[in-house]
């Protein structure tokens, strides 16, 4: 059995259950095969076991009282996961699905996708099984009270720097900041990212993910003698991500047919208008189906199947796991030849083998979606420095950070003799930054 096996193996015992981890650090540390066998001082290290074992974790009650007056209870996660570059960074998802192995999975790749920004951070990540969904903002707003009661223990600037994520957007985060600061009594602005403008925000971070993500795939197209502009585009989901996603994309001369949500999809053909699409997500919280009362022509299908709808390039948006083999085959025979990533591995290891082997461009989300925490670094600096840049200057630091991303993961990839592998390529590019840091600390 193999060094990396063996971890492999040792990793499936120890945390029985957490699919979603062991799916992550399968991927990983099998793309590092070659790293370790040019670097064979990294297993007397014992590099990968510690790699692969958060530094902490924070596993606690979230206690609160419903519109009714019934009590309620929920689980509070923090997993501190590496802190060999920088202070903890990474985003607390609140959503029913949330459990301790994916939180695991989200903040071990978080390490990676942070290391690739060659910003000063390190990877975590937080969140509840909390739904925030069809919730008053009071029952939101004593929600958050009841989590940061716990979680104020275990962050600061310094020291873990948590953000959005699914299920946590500006409403949640203004509420986490609020009693961060009336439990401290300090206004320490750099605690939390993707706040409001107003104290201490920085602007471009709402769309920071979805711009990032077109900034990439642009770059990635570029590099394969192609065009962005005229192509038809299909995302998944309709949250912060997929909306600046399709937002850039129809900047950049591209044409958004899909958008979905958990329910189902919708398919326009004449392209999506994002402002509908915006008015139900971010005016009302509704559901995508509602897009029709204001585009009869569009369809609207329940359940999954977007990926069925013919397009040149697709952005999964949504969530992990959510594109499959079959997924991946329909996409492949409908013509689609690029796929980029905005969630956290929206794709499963058999679309992945099939994009592959079909030759479609394939970018994974710790390299394509890294936009959102890249300005949400920038957002710490602004908050160090006390002071705000400009829209065009944040926008002008993340697509410089993105461009340099795509280059650095397929330098990465040749220089192992994968090339064109960008799944290799930004594991081993976020690995190396990771392992030096790792290495020079000593064992910690």
Not at 65 to 81: K, L, M, S
Not at 197 to 224: D, I, M, N, V
Not at 388 to 406: C, Q, R, T
Request: proline residues 4%; positive net charge.
């Amino acid at each position: 059995m193999s060094y990396i096996d063996e971890v492999l193996d040792g990793l499936v015992k120890k945390n029985p259950g957490q699919k979603e981890f062991h799916q992550a650090a399968g991927v990983v540390l099998k793309s590092l095969a070659p790293v370790i066998d040019r670097h064979p001082e990294y297993r007397k290290a014992g590099l990968l076991e510690r790699l692969t074992e958060p530094e902490r974790v924070v596993m606690f009650r979230v206690p609160w009282v419903d519109d009714a007056g019934t009590v309620r209870v929920n689980r509070g996660y923090r997993v501190q996961f590496n802190s060999a570059l920088g202070p903890y960074k990474g985003g607390l998802r609140f959503h029913p699905t949330v459990n301790l192995g994916i939180i695991k999975f989200l903040g071990f790749e978080q390490t990676f996708k942070n290391s690739l920004t060659t910003l000063p951070i390190g990877g975590a990540k937080g969140g509840s099984d909390f739904d925030p969904k069809g919730k008053s903002d009071r029952e939101v707003m004593v929600f958050c009270q009841s989590f940061m009661n716990e979680l104020y223990k275990y962050v600061g600037p310094d020291v873990d720097v948590p953000a959005g994520d699914v299920g946590v957007g500006a409403r949640e985060i203004g509420f986490l900041y609020g009693q961060y600061k009336r439990i401290t009594g300090r206004n320490e602005q750099g605690v939390l990212t993707g706040k409001g403008l107003s104290y201490g925000g920085s602007l471009a971070r709402t769309e920071a993910t979805g711009y990032g993500l077109l900034y990439f795939t642009k770059e990635l197209l570029h590099a394969a003698g192609k065009e962005l502009k005229g192509k038809t585009v299909v995302i998944s989901g309709s949250g912060n991500v997929a909306i600046y996603a399709a937002e850039k994309a129809r900047q950049l001369g591209a044409k958004v047919v899909s958008m979905s949500d958990s329910d189902g999809f919708i398919y326009d053909p004449a392209g999506v208008d994002l402002s509908a699409v915006k008015q139900i997500k971010e005016g009302r919280r509704g559901r995508i189906r509602e897009y029709l009362s204001s585009r009869p022509d569009a369809k609207y299908t329940e359940g999954h199947g977007g990926w069925s709808i013919p397009c040149d390039i697709a952005l999964p948006c949504a969530t992990q796991n959510e594109l499959n083999g079959d997924d991946a085959k329909k996409l492949i025979q409908n013509g689609c030849f690029a796929v980029c990533e905005g969630a956290n591995m929206p794709c499963t290891p058999e679309a992945i083998r099939a994009f592959q082997s079909a030759g479609v461009l394939y970018a994974p989300g710790k390299a394509s979606n890294a936009g959102g925490v890249a300005t949400s670094a920038l957002e710490m600096v602004q908050n160090s420095m006390r002071l705000s840049w400009s829209f065009d200057e944040v926008d002008a630091k993340l697509k410089k950070i993105m461009v340099g991303i795509y280059h650095h993961i397929a330098s990465a990839a040749k220089e192992y003799g994968r090339e064109n592998d960008l799944v290799a390529g930004a594991n081993i590019a976020g690995f190396h930054k990771v392992a030096d840091a790792m290495m020079a600390q000593g064992i910690v």
